[in-house]
């Protein structure tokens, strides 16, 4: 069954990057998360926690695709050694900032300066198989096993995170995502043979990539599932404290996190017949249905068994859409499309957790689950409606470089 996967683990360097592209995004699963618990914890505002990881994650999104841009054209390590080191120092001053009671403003530009230097790791690991890779199943099957090594990062990471700040220090979870990011990423840039080769600038590449209309669908619709990842961090740490039992809010994380695990190893794992767009839209349709239920949980076991649920809709969701975008885009733009990707989602899970937290201060919990599964619902309806667009046949860059030409020999005739 998992044949598939030894397959494309056995070819030359793959599982070496694929590792420490794991450990180098542990951010994706704790540093926003840890920014909620450590200001959170310091000034005990959930409104003032959700503002400050929304500002990171809003610069995160805008500066993704620029630094993706330059990765194409001059290279992995060059581009991202440098904003690496820089990303650090913004979250040891953040930190700093906060202790010292330095004027609010910095604490914002440090989050934003810590933001704006994540960079996609996900994205150069996704470029990376596409440039060792050889046929799109063997691609499909890539794409899926970075969804798993994602959710390992999502099952472990919110669970350590939240008993790190909650019982040892708030700013435990900031460390560790600075700890990894610095580890994994001394790793994945030192190796050489798999890093895809620096394309100069073309005609081919000019342009945004999103001015594709089926890679706007999908960008459009990320930002709404993107609602509901950054809404359901807050709310889980919420819900968990309303109970009393704030620490153990890094379990229903991990039972979301469980959920995507598992079906995205299982969508991997299979060959499959139907069309990769058409996937994208059940992914989705299932993950309105998963958060419109969250509105059922009342105690910790009936919104964990929920979450495993939402869960798994989430892998199947993201794999389609980095397989439908990896159809649509142009190949020397294959980086920036995927970090696009991170940006749409990056402004939902900003706009998610900011409003969630106020939501939260001016209500309840439960009361702020309205917004991930309203935003869900919606990412679905546009998805479903807009499916045509997602049609590689219709909206590769390919076909649509045919029919440019031809119309370009229907006006010449």
């Known amino acids: ?15 070496k990057f694929s ?15 840890g920014i909620v618990l450590f200001i959170q914890g310091v000034t005990g505002s959930y409104g003032m926690a959700g503002i400050v990881s929304a500002v990171y994650m809003i610069v995160q999104a ?52 810590g933001g704006a230097t994540v960079g996609s790791v996900g994205s150069l690991v996704r470029s990376r198989w596409s440039h060792i890779v050889d046929t799109p199943k063997k691609l499909q099957t890539a794409f899926s096993w970075e969804s798993v090594a994602d959710e390992l990062m999502f099952v472990s990471g919110p669970v350590l995170a939240t008993v790190l700040a909650t019982a040892v220090w708030p700013p435990a979870g900031i460390i560790l995502s600075m700890i990894t990011v610095g580890v ?30 089926g890679i706007f669908a999908i960008i459009i619709v990320n930002i709404f599932l993107g609602v509901n990842f950054g809404a359901i961090d807050v709310i889980a740490v919420a819900f968990a404290d309303e109970l009393g039992v704030k620490s153990s809010a890094g379990v229903l994380l991990s039972c979301l996190a469980l959920g995507s695990l598992i079906s995205g190893a299982l969508y991997g794992a299979r060959n499959w017949q139907a069309a990769v767009h058409h996937r994208f839209g059940v992914a989705v349709s299932a993950l309105a249905v998963g958060a419109c239920l969250m509105l059922l949980a009342n105690s910790m076991i009936t919104y ?19 397989s439908v975008i990896e159809q649509l885009a142009p190949p020397r733009r294959l980086t920036e499309a995927f970090a696009w990707l991170g940006t749409s989602l990056g402004f939902g899970v900003a706009f998610g957790s900011a409003v969630a ?28 409606s807009l499916l045509k667009l997602l049609n590689p046949s219709r909206s590769s860059h390919e076909a649509r470089l045919e029919k440019d030409r031809r119309r370009k020999r229907v006006v010449e005739a």
Not at 67 to 90: C, E, N, S, W
Not at 193 to 198: A, D, H, I, K, M
């Open 1 to 15: 069954m998992f044949n598939n996967y030894r397959e494309i683990l056995s070819l030359p360097g793959a599982l």
């Open 357 to 384: 937290g106020n939501i939260i201060d001016a209500f309840d919990a439960k009361t702020a689950m309205l917004l991930p599964a309203g935003c869900a619902v919606l990412g679905a309806i546009i998805a479903l």
């Open 62 to 113: 805008l500066a993704g695709p620029g630094i993706a841009r330059l990765v194409d054209r001059l290279g992995q390590a060059k581009v991202m050694v440098p904003i690496v080191i820089t990303h650090l120092i913004a979250l040891a001053l953040l930190i700093v900032s906060v202790y010292e009671e330095w004027w609010t403003g910095f604490v914002f530009v440090f989050a934003g300066i």
């Open 184 to 213: 994994g990423s001394l790793l994945l840039y030192i190796q050489k043979s798999t890093e895809p080769t620096p394309v100069e600038r073309t005609t081919e590449a000019k342009g945004h990539v999103f001015s594709n209309p």
């Open 304 to 322: 964990g068994i929920i979450l495993i649920v939402v869960g798994s809709a989430i892998a199947p969701s993201l794999i389609g859409a980095n």
């Open 19 to 33: 590792l420490a592209g794991l450990v180098a995004r542990m951010p994706i699963a704790v540093l926003g998360l």
